[in-house]
């Protein structure tokens, strides 16, 4: 369990402490994963689905659903649509159709959702996750395609929430943007492991999304999304109790969070004799809490009717096994593989794993960089300032390939692993590549013998008592001089060097 966990940091005061609900309460959770497909053109139009454009300047009369305006399926998107769901171990439809989800949202130009209702593209699979040692399988119930909906800005308030806004924008730019959205079948018997678990399989999904090169996965963008359904039962309790579904939580740290200040919050609802709304949430990073919504829909209140504008999907069997054949490395066994090729213990490679770093490490190393001194710089020193800004290791501003440079620097002793602490600060701050960061700050060690030797004799000068138990044969006390060097030189020194002027000097 994270430390924020179980420290109680995300605790507000008016929730069962997490340890005692789980004494009282099964946690039962159901995990929804919206992954927004990196094609080239949106799911029913032609409209570019580049991330970052100006505001409605990817949009058309189909995506915006003006009259007249017909869809036609992105066949990219279908092509995806198949090589997810055999990764995750799915039967593949012979036959499905496109329907029509009806409901209102003001960033959804037609008041429908094209989505697919009882006839998924991919049903009936599974994967596993690790947590804690423990292999735990997913039984996934579905993967189906559908198009996102646009993006609401809300204007003047301080949380950037409808609530206390002057006014709404709206984004029509993502509308129509191809989705997968792979549901979870329920995930019992997990515990006190509930966040974890929820964590470990969004990450994998995640993890999965880039092998397969389907979407871009990049969470902090909204790439990959994950819907939180939790609910809680009497220890022994066969039934399920009611579920809240917390919403659109965009970080894997977020997902550990939001499951678990889900699981104490109804514990405490329950325990005082309250009912659970069945409800959707929303995850308050800030504060670290779910806030109310909206009431919960069933299936017949979005009214699903097949969809009149678009064929059914009737998949060549010849076609999916040919896609079968383009799936990467599993994930678990790409683990194994890599733990070999780099010589990392089990825990070494579990500690990899828990802080999202396998991607971080590979590209590092495939950078130049040897695999130790990649793992030492992603679980150290970015490790603690990726937690100190609330984000994952991705999306810092240093790419694998610059922390490559900097333990490049490191072996060439043009700087130490001080000073590239330094230069991961210049790095981080914009400041460019560490090369330049290394000049501008002017951060090289200095090896020049005469700048050293003159720092050794005022350190010797101003330490007769070490001087003399070095002269002794006392070989060990010479770090306190070479701790004065350092100091004077701010940490620029070559260390070796100036022990052996040291030795030299005093014999």
Known sequence: MSDSIMDGSIMDGSIMDYADALERFDPV???EVHVELSTASKMFCGCSTEFGADPNTQTCPVCLALPGG????????????IRIGLALNCEIAEWSRMSRKNYFYPDMPKNYQISQYDEPIAHDGHVDVEVDGEVIRIGIERAHMEEDTGKSLHVGGATGRIHGASHSLLDYNRAGVP???IVTKPIEGTGARAPQVARAYVQLVRDLMRALKVSH???EQGNVRCDA???LRPIGQIEFGTRTETKNVNS???VERAVAYEISRQAQVLAGGGMITQETRHWQEGSGITTPGRSKETAEDYRYFPEPDLVPIAPDRDWVESLRATLPEPPAERLKRLAGEWGFSELELRDVVAAGAVDVIEQTVAAGSAPQPARKWWLSELARRANEAGVELEELAITPQQVA???????AKTINDKLARQVIDGVLAGEGDPEQVVEARGLAVVSDDSALGDAVDRAIEANPDVAEKIRGGKVAAAGALIGAVMKEMKGQADAG???ELIIERLG
């Open 179 to 181: 989705l997968i959205e």
């Open 217 to 219: 996965a990049r969470m």
């Open 29 to 31: 959770l159901g995990l």
């Open 497 to 499: 060097r100036v022990r």
């Open 70 to 81: 017909m869809p036609v399926i992105n066949g990219a998107a279908v092509e995806s649509a």
């Open 229 to 231: 359904n939790v609910s």
């Open 252 to 254: 894997l740290r977020s």
């Open 405 to 411: 440079q900097v333990q490049a620097l490191v072996e």
